[in-house]
């Protein structure tokens, strides 16, 4: 299958900074990148949908000015955790597809985000 | 919204006992799509279901879709200890997937 990269993999911040994490597809062009919040031990919550050259969807419930999500390209997308506190801990995952090639989506290794 | 519900949340078995895990919906799933997560790790696709009543088999792992497209299944025949992780369910809705809470399998040898 398709390879996405995620960068960081892990990050430790300070509560009030802000955090960018970088989804990249390396062997094939992205139309559709997702972001997904998961707690320990639960499901993938989507938090957004990101399509190239156009805004970000984002899921109810997830603030758009607090998650700013950005498919500057069809490779790349990013997501930018801004202001950031100890209840946005978790692990973001990014996902990639695009359906005239493939079915599924194909994720990324994750970012572990701890906030102190 | 649309909403996958998937049991059990966990499930501990011997090596080489079986494994089933079940998803279910009110409403009419669009096509069934299966992952599953190492501990640890990011989901794989595993394999999609689209057809009313299509079974698909990989190795050990037999994935049903029911005649009705309201439920599927995930059978492990005689699990082994590389089968341990957490199974998701996912239906297609749109253009993005909605995740059940997932089945965590764990094998004892």
């Known amino acids: 299958g398709a390879v996405v990269s995620q960068h960081p993999s892990w990050v430790i911040c300070k509560s009030g900074t802000s955090v960018k994490i970088e989804c990249r597809s390396l062997?094939?062009?992205?139309?559709?990148m997702f972001w997904y919040r998961q707690f320990p031990k639960q499901s993938l919550m989507l938090m957004a949908t990101?399509?190239?050259?156009?805004?970000?969807?984002?899921e109810q419930g997830v603030e758009k000015d607090k998650f700013l999500i950005n498919h500057a390209s069809l490779t790349l997308s990013t997501l930018t955790v801004t202001s950031a506190h100890p209840e946005d801990s978790s692990f973001y995952i990014c996902?990639?597809?695009?359906?005239?090639?493939?079915?599924?989506?194909?994720f990324g290794p994750g970012t572990r985000l701890t906030v102190l | 919204g649309q909403q996958v519900m998937q049991i059990p949340q966990y499930q501990h078995v011997q090596e080489g006992e079986d494994f089933t895990t079940y998803c279910n919906s009110s409403?009419?799933?669009?096509?069934i799509q299966w992952y599953k997560q190492r501990p640890g790790g990011h989901p794989v696709f595993l394999i999609q279901l689209v057809k009313s009543g299509e079974v698909k088999k990989q190795k050990r792992l037999t994935f049903q879709f029911g005649e009705a497209k309201k439920n599927s299944s995930l059978h492990i025949t005689a699990t082994q200890t590389t089968d341990v992780g957490t199974y998701f369910c996912?239906?297609?809705?749109?253009?993005?997937?909605?995740f059940g809470a997932g089945t965590i399998l764990r094998v004892k040898s």
């Open positions: 996912a239906d297609e809705y749109g253009n993005k997937l909605v």
């Open positions: 062997d094939f062009q992205a139309t559709t």
């Open positions: 996902s990639a597809g695009n359906r005239g090639l493939y079915n599924e989506q194909f």
């Open positions: 409403t009419t799933l669009s096509n």
């Open positions: 990101s399509n190239e050259g156009s805004k970000a969807t984002y």
